[in-house]
């Protein structure tokens, strides 16, 4: 079975420029997480979700928005862009049901991002 | 939020030696899960290990979510096993969040 996937693997850009990157799930998962990972802040969750619908929302901006297609593939987008936006931007999925097991999260490779 | 600290946050070790990392959490926890991070920022899938104890080759993970901490152990470190690990925790309630530890810094030299 083929993992999570995400594209492009790097990006450079500048400010004020805005930015969207996808993340297909492990097939049959139905959540798709998103998080930012800085030297500074370490790993911080961005939001969440299942069904096309976010659940859940970590404290960034508005500036960062995103949604999930009825596939489960889902894009992230990050408008305005600003030098502290440089990160990694990792995606992870799960099946998400019944019993624990089903909320383990698999990760993808990341998208590198650097606003020049 | 829950709070994750992981200790220490780095260590280095000669090929060989055994080690073991630490993650404390500040509240219950449904589900609790070890990473290791590649060079190319790639988090993998060591453990899901909400309690009890697992064994995958040279590495191993017990938690006891009644004193809320976790433990990854190393055995017979090989240079492969050079990495950032993370350890990750969410609540039933938090819809698909992980809460992070800092990580820990692991340096493995032939």
Not at chain 1, 20 to 33: A, D, E, N, Y
Not at chain 1, 61 to 76: D, H, I, K, V
Not at chain 2, 57 to 85: C, F, K, N, P
Request: charged residues 15%.
């Amino acid at each position: 079975k083929a993992g999570v996937t995400q594209t492009p693997r790097y990006l450079i850009k500048t400010r004020g420029q805005q930015v969207t990157l996808s993340c297909s799930p492990i097939s049959g998962h139905r959540s798709v997480s998103w998080y930012q990972q800085t030297p500074g802040q370490g790993l911080q969750f961005l939001f969440e979700y299942f069904s096309e619908t976010q659940r859940n929302k970590g404290n960034f901006p508005g500036r960062f928005s995103g949604r999930q297609f009825s596939n489960s593939r889902s894009e992230m987008n990050v408008s305005t862009l600003e030098l502290g936006d440089s990160a990694l931007y990792l995606c992870a999925s799960s099946l998400v049901g019944s019993g624990n097991a089903y909320n383990e999260q698999f990760f993808g490779p990341g998208t590198r991002l650097t606003v020049l | 939020g829950i709070q994750v600290e992981q200790s220490p946050p780095d260590l280095i070790l000669q090929e060989g030696a055994n080690s073991t990392l630490r993650c404390n959490f500040s509240d219950s926890v449904n589900n609790l899960q070890w990473f290791h991070q590649n060079p190319w920022g790639q988090l993998i899938n060591l453990f899901y290990i909400p309690s009890g104890t697992k064994q995958n080759g040279r590495l191993s993970a017990t938690t006891v979510a009644t004193e809320r901490y976790s433990l990854l152990y190393i055995s017979s470190s090989q240079t492969t096993d050079s990495g950032v690990y993370f350890c990750a925790v969410d609540r039933g309630s938090t819809l698909g969040r992980l809460y992070f530890g800092r990580g820990t810094q692991l340096t493995v030299w032939p």
